[in-house]
């Protein structure tokens, strides 16, 4: 079975500061990988996937992931945060090449950024 | 273009009682997935529908089932409420994979709804 790990549980920065927020899953096939965002209130929203091709994948608001296929990893950055990337952020996994849509999440990251 | 839309927004339980959440896909998705969120395990499928047959069910007991109806709105159930079951339950929309498209980065792109709120007392 699948799992994701996210190793920040809670994470304070002062705007203009680096985000990087680790995410390692665990399955052997093709993967798809995901980060979402909730902000306060919301309802989840896409930030940035990974299908297939460069590993480097832009988002929105500035965001961007990596994907490290030997490390199993998909980490997120954002060169400068603002106050309002306060918010919970979860990257997810789903089985790629198939037509199951199950996501496995993992536990997410609470973002606090502090004016 | 609506988003995917979700009723009740909040609901209040007892133990014991039985409940069901309905969720409405974004025009055109015929595939609609659930998740239960709760703080304690976080993000956790519970089903997936399309063409109103389950094809792919998470670890969750008999108590919590779902369909989906012709025009893809889709519900589900949950019998025997337990306090533990208090969540915040999610829906999520996607597109219909075609042949040869399983691959495909538009169709496996999930939209969630807003979420029921449900608390069990």
């Known amino acids: 079975a699948q799992s994701v790990s996210q190793h920040n549980h809670h994470v304070i920065l002062s705007e203009a500061a680096s985000l990087e927020l680790g995410c390692n899953y665990s399955y052997g096939g093709t993967v798809n990988l995901f980060w979402y965002v909730q902000y306060p209130g919301q309802h989840l929203q896409l930030l940035l996937k990974?299908?297939?091709?460069?590993?480097l994948v832009k988002g929105i608001k500035g965001f961007e992931a990596e994907f490290i296929k030997s490390k199993f990893s998909f980490n997120l950055r954002k060169p400068s945060v603002q106050w309002s990337d306060t918010a919970e952020y979860f990257c997810a996994v789903k089985e790629g090449g198939t037509g199951r849509r199950a996501l496995t999440f993992g536990s997410g990251t609470r973002l606090q950024v502090q004016p | 273009k609506a988003g995917v839309t979700q009723t009740p927004r909040y609901l209040i339980k007892t133990r014991g009682q039985q409940v069901t959440l309905s969720c409405s896909p974004i025009?055109?998705?015929?595939?609609v997935s659930w998740y239960q969120q709760t703080p304690g395990q976080g993000l956790q499928f519970l089903f997936e529908y399309f063409s109103e047959t389950q094809r792919n069910k998470g670890n969750f007991p008999g108590r919590f089932s779902g369909r989906q109806f012709s025009n893809s709105r889709s519900e589900m159930n949950v019998s025997t409420l337990e306090l533990g079951d208090s969540a915040l339950y999610l829906c999520?929309?996607?597109?219909?994979?075609?042949?040869?498209?399983?691959?495909?980065?538009?169709?496996?792109?999930?939209?969630f709804g807003p979420g029921t709120r449900l608390t069990v007392l």
């Open positions: 990974y299908f297939s091709g460069d590993p």
């Open positions: 025009s055109g998705h015929r595939s």
């Open positions: 999520a929309s996607s597109l219909p994979i075609k042949p040869g498209q399983r691959s495909s980065s538009s169709y496996n792109e999930q939209f």
